[in-house]
């Protein structure tokens, strides 16, 4: 099997499919991407109905980012897990 090359972007999806619920501060520092990029991978995905960011409604708590049931249904479809 060939190795495998991955990408913050990669680990962007990851981080997300493994907690199910991450805070976008925590995917910040984790990968240490600007906000700009963040927003860029965000919104990208966003678009293709892969993720969903989350804004609660306690101002306290952190905006967060959650795979959308599209994604899930994809991973599936191609035996991702």
């Known amino acids: 099997m060939e190795p495998r090359i991955e990408t913050k972007v990669d680990e962007f999806l990851m981080m997300i499919r493994e907690k199910?619920?991450?805070?976008?501060?925590?995917?910040?520092?984790?990968?240490?991407?600007?906000?700009?990029l963040l927003e860029k991978w965000?919104?990208?995905?966003?678009?293709?109905?892969?993720i969903k960011r989350i804004y609660p409604a306690n101002p306290?708590?952190?905006?967060?980012?959650?795979?959308?049931?599209?994604h899930v249904e994809e991973e599936e479809e191609y035996g991702e897990e």
Do not use: A, Q, W
Request: net charge negative; no cysteine.
């Open 42 to 50: 965000i919104l990208m995905f966003e678009e293709k109905g892969l």
């Open 20 to 36: 199910k619920k991450v805070p976008i501060e925590d995917i910040k520092f984790r990968l240490n991407v600007s906000d700009e």
């Open 60 to 70: 306290l708590d952190v905006p967060y980012i959650v795979l959308t049931e599209r």
